[in-house]
């Protein structure tokens, strides 16, 4: 969340048609939880959200405490197994901030690649804003052609 609005997670008053970026609640039908196999304690979550039948967005929110593990590539690798494999998307998509740098080594790690940088406008102040957004995407065609990781 500190590349999304500064940090704060207000699903309480904070309602997800008010916000640019993908704030799920739990109970959509395209969101996982992840959790510690050893302890069931909150990971974070994971999010394959269809943009249309041809096309969806990566989202994933890790708890600070869980960065750094390869948590985050784990499961976006899973997404876009799933996603090609069994649902039939033709185009995975996610973005972040250009200052985001963990979250842009994870989709170039999944096989994503640069596409474009926009440079929206946001409702508040979040700090690297300045330095714009920047969306990857990954083919299913590309998906075919990379080396195996783990499937």
């Not at 963990?102 to 999944?110: C, Q």
């Not at 096989?111 to 409702?123: A, I």
């Not at 804003?129 to 920047?134: K, L, M, Q, R, S």
Request: proline content about 5%; glycine content about 10%; overall charge negative.
């Amino acid at each position: 969340m500190h590349f999304l609005n500064g940090g704060a997670v207000d699903h309480e008053r904070t309602a997800p048609k008010d916000v640019t970026f993908l704030m799920p609640r739990g109970s959509e039908p395209f969101v996982w939880t992840a959790r510690r196999t050893t302890t069931g304690a909150f990971v974070g979550w994971f999010c394959l959200f269809p943009e249309s039948e041809t096309l969806a967005e990566i989202g994933y929110r890790l708890r600070r405490e869980e960065w750094g593990q390869g948590l985050a590539s784990e499961g976006a690798t899973a997404l876009v197994d799933w996603g090609f494999a069994s649902s039939g998307f033709e185009k995975l998509v996610a973005c972040t901030l250009a200052v985001n740098i963990g979250s842009r080594r994870v989709m170039e790690k999944i096989g994503m690649r640069h596409v474009r940088t926009e440079f929206p406008t946001f409702p508040s102040r979040i700090p690297g804003a300045e330095e714009g957004e920047v969306w990857y995407e990954l083919l299913r065609s590309e998906w075919r052609s990379q080396e195996p990781s783990g499937r």
